[in-house]
């Protein structure tokens, strides 16, 4: 299994609605194209919204991101996930 970690600071005041935006439009293609959602979490202090997504599947990671940022679910999301980021740390997991 492959995890990554991604932690996005989000522009001030838009918090709670990126969250919502997300369980509700980008957590199901995800899981559609064979992602796991180990959790996610918000800082309040900091405006971010953190979470860890998986893959246990036939396609290597770069393989599978590729494969559902090409999809029409992905393309086709109700919102913009870039006008609410403002920085974006993405950290590939090994599991020990």
């Known amino acids: ?15 709670e609605e990126f969250a919502r935006l997300v369980s509700d439009h980008v957590i199901p293609p995800r899981l559609q194209y064979g992602f796991e959602i180990v959790g996610t979490w918000t800082i309040p202090a900091n405006n971010q919204y953190c979470w860890i997504v998986s ?27 870039d006008e609410f980021i403002t920085k974006a740390d993405l950290r590939q997991l090994e599991p020990i």
């Open 1 to 15: 299994m492959t995890a990554q970690l991604r932690i996005y600071d989000i522009e001030e005041g838009k918090l």
């Open 55 to 81: 893959y246990d599947g036939p396609l290597r990671w770069d393989e599978a991101v590729e494969r559902y940022y090409n999809s029409p679910e992905r393309r086709n999301l109700a919102f913009d996930p």
